[in-house]
């Protein structure tokens, strides 16, 4: 194992043992890494850590936090992880990291979303140039002494056709104001996209994904790895497909049915271009075998949509803000692994005097019934004299656990709601 230990420079940080540990395992940018030093990190980085090399770091270091870009964060890093609280994925997609290990521990998830959404953009725009005019062919055939002029005058050409983009976070709507920009017609369509939202992006709204599919010329592809996208370019999609449009896939591998695909640029005359794969290495230099780069059909790149200095830059400087904030107040920003809801029937809601024990003073009432507390908020008024506690439960607050709570001195008042 390399890690490599980066000192402290400044002498008020506080001493190594006291300062926050934070394990980088994957490339980050020298700015970043600076960044963290200067908020008295103990800093460990290895770009090489992967598989039982991370876990052994780990283990090693114990970090409080961890910052990773393409590097895989599994369920036996967390069971190493003694004092960990927080993994930050440099990048949107967080599908590496095991969230629901990392959920059951009560460890945060944070991503950085949309500091890279230009340059994907960017790249997306590359491929579909790429498949109408058939760059790198030409290139490839220049470079081996061809000269096929006939062969390549026959691209389709991207003004005035459709442009269809699925997903339409800020990667799809860069992807947008570029199609514009070329004199497309712009539709859209994601689960959560409505018709005002799209008017105001100023592209056509589709209610239905195939039915997007059908009117495009060119498809892009910009939605999350999960559960709901795996294989969504599957064989009902490339059926749905113009004959001769093309797809371009920057978003994850898992997203499209490489076979399907495959097939569709065979029987419909599909081009694709594809910056993700089914089965891709982590990183660096190695060798990589996909039959579907074998097709003449497909245009590929190497993973690298969001690998442009610009964008490292970007997405290092929104790791240190959310390691800073979490540092500064114990929030987490951009955390992806809070719960949408909770088993909570009932609000209790208790004004009280701001003073020690009050709070511990309600929960242990509470517990004596069994009732677990999911959620809550303590807001202190002005003056800081009293506050007002407002705590969901999973259960029943009972007449006699009221009584006692408005019995009890430091207590002003407590109601309870039925969540609806």
């Known amino acids: 194992m390399n890690a490599q230990m980066l000192t402290q420079d400044d002498p008020h940080a506080g001493s190594t043992q006291d300062s926050p540990v934070i394990l980088i395992a994957d490339s980050f940018s020298e700015a970043g890494v600076d960044a963290l030093r200067s908020l008295g990190c103990n800093v460990h980085l290895d770009a090489a850590l992967d598989g039982q090399s991370l876990i052994e770091a780990v283990d090693q270091y114990q970090p ?3 910052i990773v870009r393409s ?3 599994p369920q036996p890093v967390f069971e190493v992880a003694d004092h960990l609280s ?7 997609g967080y599908d590496t990291i095991d969230v629901v290990a990392a959920s059951s521990l009560g460890i945060s998830v944070a991503n950085c979303p949309g500091m890279n959404a230009i340059a994907v953009a960017e790249l997306a ?6 498949c109408d005019r058939r760059i790198p062919d030409q290139t490839a055939d220049l470079r081996a002494g061809t000269w096929a002029k006939k062969e390549y005058a026959k691209a389709a050409g991207v003004y005035g056709r459709t442009l269809g983009i699925i997903g339409l976070g800020r990667i799809g709507q860069e992807v947008a104001k570029r199609g514009h920009a070329f004199g497309m017609n712009v539709i859209g369509w994601s689960r959560s996209l409505t018709e005002t939202q799209a008017n105001d992006m100023g592209i ?3 209610e239905d994904l195939l039915n997007l599919v059908r009117m495009s010329d060119v498809i892009s592809i910009h939605v999350a790895a999960v559960a709901e996208t795996k294989h969504l370019v599957g064989p009902e999609f490339c059926e749905a497909m113009k004959p001769g449009a093309t797809l371009i896939n920057t978003s994850r591998g898992s997203v499209v049915d490489q076979a399907s695909l495959l ?6 005359g ?7 794969f089914a089965t891709e290495p982590k990183g660096g230099d190695t060798n990589f075998a996909d039959t579907i780069m074998e097709s003449p059909s497909i245009c590929g790149t190497h993973h690298v949509g969001a690998s442009t200095h610009q964008a490292q830059e970007a997405i290092a400087a929104e790791a240190v803000r959310v390691l800073k904030t979490w540092l500064d107040t114990g929030e987490v920003l951009n955390c992806v692994n809070l719960a949408s809801s909770t088993p909570a029937s009932t609000t209790l809601t208790v004004r009280h005097l701001n003073q020690p024990g009050v709070l511990a003073h309600v929960f242990e009432i509470l517990g004596r019934n069994g009732n677990n507390i999911e959620d809550m908020e303590n807001v202190i008024y002005q003056g800081g004299k009293a506050a007002v506690a407002r705590i969901h439960v999973d259960g029943t607050v009972t007449e006699d656990e009221l009584a006692l709570l408005r019995s009890t001195d430091a207590i002003l008042g407590a109601t309870t709601a039925t969540i609806q």
């Open 125 to 130: 725009w590359g491929l579909i140039l790429s």
């Open 86 to 92: 927080l993994v930050i994925r440099a990048g949107a």
């Open 71 to 73: 590097t895989k964060v």
């Open 64 to 66: 409080n936090a961890i």
């Open 270 to 276: 599909i081009r694709a271009g594809l910056d993700v």
């Open 204 to 206: 056509g709204y589709c």
């Open 263 to 268: 097939k569709a640029t065979e029987e419909k």
